[in-house]
């Protein structure tokens, strides 16, 4: 079946980096995008961008232009998303969504998600 | 702005209807899109594309669209349908998906 599974959870200090996985099976890996969305504790959906794992290409929310980069491995089909310039609003759930598109894009399946708790 | 905007809270009887709502003037160019969360769990598709069911989701969940407004109806509700429901819409090929501020449905 088709399946995302995500890295586990991170600790970082501000300031820092961190970067999340999201190995994908059940699918051809470089057919559909691999798109990034956040949710704080107690708070909604918050879409960051989106990756075409056939060329690398990327969208990316405003809000995170520059600090956001979303990479991939087609051999191991596992998309990536790093964060840096961390800051304690960042502490959120990160899931990773397949999307599909047909004038509007949506997302099936989601990852399990996971927790980055940014703290000094 | 694209903004989506949903009721906070809709609490129903079991088996009567849900009519959760979402309006923005961005779908009337776009498709509504509609996901349930249950507490600890990641979000699941429930409707895409206004009106279109996945397999897997139960006949009970259907979708439909007027203008600028996207309602997700719920017959028959169910206990087990209670949980945080959020539509979401928009293209992210032009850097724009946004996703309303949910609506949590409660089972009386």
């Known amino acids: 079946q088709v399946q995302l599974v995500q890295s586990g959870a991170e600790v970082r200090k501000p300031g820092a980096s961190v970067k999340v996985s999201c190995k994908a099976s059940?699918?051809?890996?470089?057919?559909?995008?691999i798109n990034w969305v956040r949710q704080a504790n107690g708070q909604g959906l918050e879409w960051m961008g989106s990756?075409?794992?056939?060329?690398?290409?990327?969208d990316y929310a405003q809000k995170f232009h520059g600090r956001v980069t979303m990479t991939r491995n087609t051999a191991t089909s596992t998309a990536y998303m790093e964060l840096s310039s961390l800051r304690s609003e960042d502490t959120a759930v990160y899931y990773c969504?397949?999307?599909?598109?047909?004038?509007?894009?949506?997302?099936?399946?989601w990852g399990q998600g996971t927790l980055v708790t940014v703290s000094s | 702005s694209y903004e989506l905007t949903q009721p906070p809270s809709v609490s129903v009887s079991p088996g009567q209807t849900a009519r959760l709502t979402c309006s923005g003037d961005?779908?009337?160019?776009?498709?509504g899109n509609w996901y349930q969360q249950r507490p600890g769990q990641a979000p699941v598709v429930v409707i895409y594309?206004?009106?279109e069911r996945p397999s897997g989701i139960p006949e009970r969940f259907s979708g439909s669209s007027s203008g600028t407004t996207v309602t997700l109806t719920i017959s028959g509700v169910q206990a087990e349908d209670e949980a945080d429901y959020y539509c979401?819409?928009?293209?992210?090929?032009?850097?724009?998906?946004?996703f309303g501020g949910g609506t949590k449905l409660t089972v009386l």
């Open positions: 059940g699918y051809t890996f470089t057919s559909y995008d």
């Open positions: 961005g779908l009337a160019k776009h498709y």
């Open positions: 969504a397949r999307g599909f598109e047909s004038v509007t894009t949506w997302f099936d399946p």
């Open positions: 990756l075409n794992p056939n060329n690398g290409d990327t």
């Open positions: 594309k206004d009106n």
């Open positions: 979401q819409s928009g293209d992210s090929s032009a850097s724009l998906v946004v």
